[in-house]
Nanobody
């Protein structure tokens, strides 16, 4: 079965960095666009970053543009989210998700598979 497993979350001070990884199995990874979403307590899930199937195109939410970078290694079936200059408002559970034959889709309803999420906490 399809599995997406995130790792790399944790507690970091404001201004620090974290690198999230999402390892995929049970699917043809290169056929899926990959998205990163986050959900803070009491808030709706929001799109953070998306990378297309080849890795040649990306989308970033305005709130993270210039600080976060997503990349993928199709040979390793893994997508990454490098988060720099972290702010307390970045605190959330971060999820990776897979969208079959998609491009830069930001609508979470279009994603077929989801990871379990990893907690990112940024202290001030």
């Amino acid at each position: 079965q399809v599995q997406l497993v995130e790792s790399g979350g944790g507690l970091v001070q404001a201004g620090g960095s974290l690198r999230l990884s999402c390892a995929a199995s049970g699917l043809t990874f290169s056929s899926y666009a990959m998205g990163w979403f986050r959900q803070a307590p009491g808030k709706e899930r929001e799109s953070v970053a998306v990378i297309n199937r080849s890795g040649g195109n990306t989308y970033y939410a305005d709130s993270v543009k210039g600080r976060f970078t997503t990349s993928r290694d199709n040979a390793k079936n893994t997508v990454y989210l490098q988060m720099n200059s972290l702010k307390p408002e970045d605190t959330a559970v971060y999820y990776c998700a897979a969208n079959y034959l998609g491009s830069l889709v930001r609508d979470s309803r279009k994603y077929e598979y989801w990871g379990q999420g990893t907690q990112v906490t940024v202290s001030s």
